[in-house]
């Protein structure tokens, strides 16, 4: 996974061949950590995979 921030929003790339890493532990609790941060700012989390593309909620 590759993590970089645009602004007030926080992009995750993930590994088309791991499509599903980052909804494991322990990513999945850092990325709603991170949502609860940049969400009291205005932002949010984003996660790609390939051309999907989801929203991390806190």
Known sequence: MMV???GDQLTVLVDP???RAWTE????????VW?????AIGG????????????VEA
Request: aromatic letters at 16%.
């Open 44 to 55: 949010y989390v984003i996660v790609w995979v390939g051309d999907e593309v989801f929203k």
């Open 17 to 19: 061949r791991h499509p």
């Open 25 to 32: 532990a322990p990513y999945r609790s850092q990325l709603q």
């Open 35 to 39: 949502a609860a941060q940049v969400g």
């Open 4 to 6: 970089y921030r645009q």
